[in-house]
C-alpha cells in the first residue's frame, strides 16, 4: 500500500497473543503494539487526528504555531504532523525530558521550550502547562493543544483504536487494560469497545504517585505515565478498577515482555505487563484480554532497560522504606 505521507500510515497496528508472557490455559491476552505507529507511539492518533480536524475546520492554517507541555511521545508526533501541514511547534518540556527524546523533538524540526522552575507538587508539569498556556495567550497565531482537556484526544481512540480492536477479536472481549496519563487512550477506547461489549471491565494503569485517581502524589521517575495532576477529560465512570504500578514492577514488566515475547516495550507497557500477572492469577474462568502497549522501548534503553538505572530506583525504594519505618 502506498501513502501520500507517513501521516496516512498511523494506526492499523497489529495485536498479538502473549500466550508465552501469559500462558494460563483459558485466559487469551492480546496486546495491541502502538508501538508501530511511524513515530513510535499511540501518541501519533491524537497529533494526526488533532491537526488534521483543526486543518479541515480552517482553525489551523499554515504558518501558525502549536505548542503543548509535553515528555516526548506526543511532542515528537505533533512535530511531524505540524510538519506535514506547514505548521510549526514548540514542545515545553522539562529536565527531567530524556536525551533521546530532546534529540527527537530536535530532529523533526521542534523548537524546544525548557522549564526548570518545579511546581506546588514537586515536578514540573503544572510548570510546563502554565508556559504552554503563556505562548497561546502571547500570541493569536499559537494554539495550545492541551491534551489533558482536549476532548479530540479521546475522540482520536474512540475513532481510530476502538474499531481496529472490533474488526481484529473475534467474540467477545471481557477486559481492557491500559496505562493512563491524560486517560484520553483508556477512556476513548474503552468507550468504542463497550457499544460492542456492554459488560467489558476496565482496568486502569496508574503510577505510584500519581494523583489522577486520588493516590498520594510521590515522585515518579517513568516519563509520560500517571500525572500530578488530574486530567479535564478524565471520567471515573469508565473506570472499573485501578491498579497502581511502582517504577520498579514497570522496569521488571518490561523486562519479562522482550524475555517472553521479544516486544522491547516502553516504561508504561512494563506496568501494564505487571498489573495483567496480577489480573490474570485471579480470574476464575476463561477470559479474553485486550491490553494497550503504548510505545516503544529504545527510547528507555538508558532507563529500566539499564541496570544500573534500576539499582538506583532500588537504594531509594529501601530508603523511603528505611525513612518511613517507626
Known sequence: MTYESVLDAVGSTP?????RCFPRPGVEVLAKLEMLNPCGSMKDR?????????VREGTLRPGMRLVESTSGNLGVALAVAARMHGLSFTAVVDPNTSATNLRLLDL????????TEP???GGYLHTRVHRARGHAEADPHVVWINQYANERNWKAYYDTVGPEILRQVSGPIDYLVGPVSTTGSLQGTARRLRESNPGLRVVAVDAVGSVIFGAPPRKRRIP???????PEIA???DIDEVVHVADLDSAAGCRRLVETEGVLAGGSSGAVISALDGLVRRLSGPA???????DRGERYLDTVYDDAWV?????????????EAP
Not at 495485536?15 to 500466550?19: A, D, I
Not at 479474553?288 to 503504548?294: G, H, K, Q, S, T
Not at 539499582?311 to 525513612?323: Q, S
Open 46 to 54: 491524537p497529533a494526526r487526528y488533532i491537526v488534521e480536524q483543526g
Open 119 to 121: 511546581d506546588e507538587a
Open 224 to 230: 509520560g505515565f500517571g500525572a500530578s495532576r488530574v
Open 108 to 115: 523533526f524540526g521542534a523548537d524546544v521550550d525548557m522549564v
Open 15 to 19: 495485536l498479538v497473543r502473549l500466550r
Open 288 to 294: 479474553r484480554v485486550v491490553a494497550l502497549l503504548p
Open 235 to 237: 471520567n471515573p465512570d
Open 311 to 323: 539499582e538506583e530506583l532500588k537504594d531509594e525504594a529501601t530508603r523511603d522504606d528505611l525513612a
